[in-house]
């Protein structure tokens, strides 16, 4: 079923109001993710001085060049780790239109729900942005320990995060918080499973830009399944 899900999801891409959230939210991260690299490139060229003199060698001349593509690697390195939180915040403001798009199309007899308050968006995104931000800081400790696991670790503990996250969204939308946080704890391990198969394209440049809105798609025709919905319309 999940596999049908993410088909489900993967075929309603060209939906205008799809497209319209993604380019909402790859404009947004992409610009948010320029704009701190340009700081953090203009703050290591404030620190670092032109000339330095080393001993036995005099004055060297372009170490702060060095610093600065130094710090251009570093941000594009962060960024693979930076990119999916980032993503998820900003397309966390515009999960009401994901959802309904799912529903509109695939479950149209349902009846509608009340749009999500403002403040309870930027309050969930900004909270999920840094669990996931921390959570993957603290995993570098694990990638250095062990090498060999760190994709499986990667997948798994991101897994976990974006189906207890999008799912609980999902779910809050029809159930309120209590209702929502049941079913996760009821069905976590599905949950989980279909997360981390949802992690796997995070590590693909580009490709995970996309994951933010698939994850809400995808979670949504999980939550319907889940709860038993009837009238599952076209794959």
């Known amino acids: 079923m999940i596999l049908v899900h993410i088909a489900r999801a993967i075929g309603q891409l060209g939906d205008p109001r799809f497209q ?20 953090l490139v203009t703050l290591v060229g404030w620190m670092m001085p032109e000339t330095v003199m080393l001993p036995w ?39 009401d239109d994901i959802a309904a798009a799912v529903e509109a199309r695939h479950y149209p007899h349902l009846p509608p729900v009340p749009d999500l308050p403002l403040m309870v968006q930027i309050r969930d995104g900004a909270r999920f942005l840094g669990i996931v931000a921390a959570a993957n800081i603290l995993a570098f ?12 670790i990667f997948w798994g503990m991101n897994g976990y995060l974006l189906g207890r996250e999008y799912f609980g969204l999902v779910a809050l939308r029809r159930l309120g918080p209590e209702g929502a946080a049941t079913m996760r704890r009821r069905h976590a391990a599905r949950i989980w499973f279909c997360g981390a198969v949802m992690a796997v394209p995070l590590t693909i440049p580009v490709v995970n ?21 009837k009238g599952a319309a076209r794959p």
């Open 141 to 152: 400790a694990a990638y250095l320990a062990l090498p060999p696991l760190a994709p499986f």
């Open 57 to 95: 060698i005099g004055e060297v001349g372009f170490l702060d060049d060095v610093a600065g593509w130094a710090a251009v690697a570093t941000m594009l390195v962060l960024s693979i780790f930076l990119m999916v939180p980032v993503a998820a915040l900003v397309v966390g403001f515009f999960l």
């Open 20 to 39: 319209k959230v993604l380019a909402k939210g790859v404009g947004l991260t992409v610009a948010g993710l320029v704009a701190l690299g340009w700081l």
């Open 209 to 229: 830009l996309l994951v933010p809105v698939l994850g809400v798609a995808v979670f949504t025709h999980q939550f319907h399944a889940l709860a038993g919905t």
